[in-house]
């Protein structure tokens, strides 16, 4: 699968910025999806993770009840909406796919265990 991110930008802290990843193919409903960011110098980092249904959802404990992430598997789209942000949420966001054989339910938390990539978008949150 092929994915392209969309939707960063620059906004002030506590603003607001829905990112998108489109997916191509037909098989969207296969799998899993995940959102990570990363800064220069610093390892990826994980933020929310979808499992194939959209019923299964992870956030790391920086984002909790700031972000939402969302799949539309019709339109072969997973979402992340930001709100509230923070100069430290300022990092290159990428989205992930995992196929997944497993329960529909199943999400995954760490990079290593995607399959595919979007090439990433830019947030920057100023103070």
């Known amino acids: 699968v092929q994915l392209q991110a969309s939707g960063g930008g620059l906004v002030q802290a506590g603003g607001s910025l829905t990112l998108s990843c489109a997916a191509s193919?037909?098989?969207?409903?296969?799998?899993?999806m995940g959102w990570f960011r990363q800064v220069p110098g610093k390892e990826r980092e994980f933020v929310a993770a979808t499992s194939r249904s959209g019923r299964g959802i992870a956030y790391a404990d920086s984002v909790k009840g700031r972000f939402t992430i969302s799949r539309d598997n019709a339109a072969n789209t997973v979402y992340l909406q930001m709100s509230s942000l923070k100069p430290e949420d300022t990092a290159v966001y990428s989205c992930a796919a995992k196929a997944s054989g497993v329960s529909t339910e199943y999400y995954y938390t760490r990079s290593y265990q995607y399959d595919s990539w979007g090439q990433g978008t830019q947030v920057t949150v100023s103070s």
């Open positions: 193919g037909r098989s969207f409903g296969r799998y899993a």
